[in-house]
């Protein structure tokens, strides 16, 4: 018997056209947010073995932060979707600002951490006193970029429910040109800026995350559906933590083996150190949620 197609040609391009829409900017915008450290790396590899080491062991306590939030992005982005597909604009919302307080909160303990303990928690990594300082020097001002990053995850991921993926890309690439931009010019000391090395590196990721977050809240407020909406009702728990917890726990121990593999290069000393973080910056093909960002 012959078996019939339930698929007509016109749904399947229609379908895979989606896709592309969806799945293109989505990919790029990983990049790009994988080019912000790359862009540090590249021109900070210039000024020597312990600036590069420094700027790549602080980059790797930034990443447990930028794994964490994508997991609860990627929690909030099935669960955005699931409501905007009921028509639940209460839910929808609902689920939007709670995992943005999560979001928020988990930014508020990094930040805390960064600002208060920087050369400490750099000392874990690395046993050389002077690349713990620069480190720590560098965490300590981009501790500023918790609070940006954490917005940005959550506002791109609801932008892409909404079918405008494109959105968030844009607001990427203005980002990573002003990143790389400011490298040039901070770390360097060009158009007539003091030369600053790292701290001006970390200053440059500081202002590109900043503008990062101001376009994207322009673009969602821009966008967002404003419409009334019901109460909510009791929030789900059971079902946020049964998508939290497993995903959360994947992403955590991954994280945490790439810090304690950098860890143990660190305590080898600054020249390993250094060459593991230069050999591993091209390593960008960081595992990333599709809902989120960071």
């Known amino acids: 018997m012959e078996q019939k197609n339930l ?4 749904d399947i391009d229609t379908f895979l056209r989606k896709v592309i829409v969806l799945a293109v900017p989505v990919a790029l915008q990983s990049m790009l947010q994988a080019s912000f450290g790359v862009a540090d790396q590249v021109m900070i590899g210039q000024l020597g073995g312990v600036e590069v080491a420094a700027v790549g062991l602080a980059g790797k306590f930034t990443g447990i932060f930028n794994v964490v939030v994508s997991a609860v992005g990627a929690v909030a982005g099935i669960m955005i979707s699931q409501y905007m597909g009921q028509k639940n604009a209460a839910k929808t919302r609902q689920s939007m600002i709670f995992n943005l307080r999560v979001c928020l909160m988990l ?24 690349a713990a300082e620069a480190a720590g020097r560098y965490l300590f001002i981009v501790s500023g970029t918790f609070f ?20 968030p890309l844009y607001a990427g690439i203005a980002s990573a040109a002003v990143n790389t931009g400011l490298n040039w ?3 360097f000391g060009r158009l007539g800026a003091p030369a600053l090395g790292i701290t001006g590196a970390a200053l440059a ?15 969602y407020l821009k966008y967002r559906e404003r419409t009334e909406s019901a109460a909510a009702g009791p929030f789900d728990w059971k079902q946020y933590l049964s998508m939290l917890l497993p995903l ?45 960002t960071a």
Not at 107 to 126: C, E, N
Not at 205 to 219: A, D, K, N, P
């Open 7 to 10: 698929f007509k040609k016109d």
């Open 107 to 130: 930014a508020a303990l990094f930040t805390l951490a960064g600002v208060a303990a920087p050369k400490q928690i750099m000392s874990l990594y690395i046993n050389d006193a002077v």
């Open 148 to 167: 940006p990053a954490a917005g940005i995850t959550i506002l791109s991921t609801h932008l892409r429910c909404m079918e405008k993926a494109s959105l």
């Open 185 to 187: 010019i901070l770390i």
């Open 205 to 219: 990721t500081l202002v590109s995350q900043l503008v990062y977050f101001l376009v994207i809240l322009v673009m």
């Open 248 to 292: 959360l726990a994947s992403e955590f121990m991954w994280v945490l083996g790439e810090n304690v593999y950098a860890g143990i290069y660190g305590h080898l000393g600054t020249e390993a150190s250094a060459l593991a973080m230069e050999t591993g910056r091209w390593h960008i093909g960081r595992r990333k949620n599709f809902f989120s």
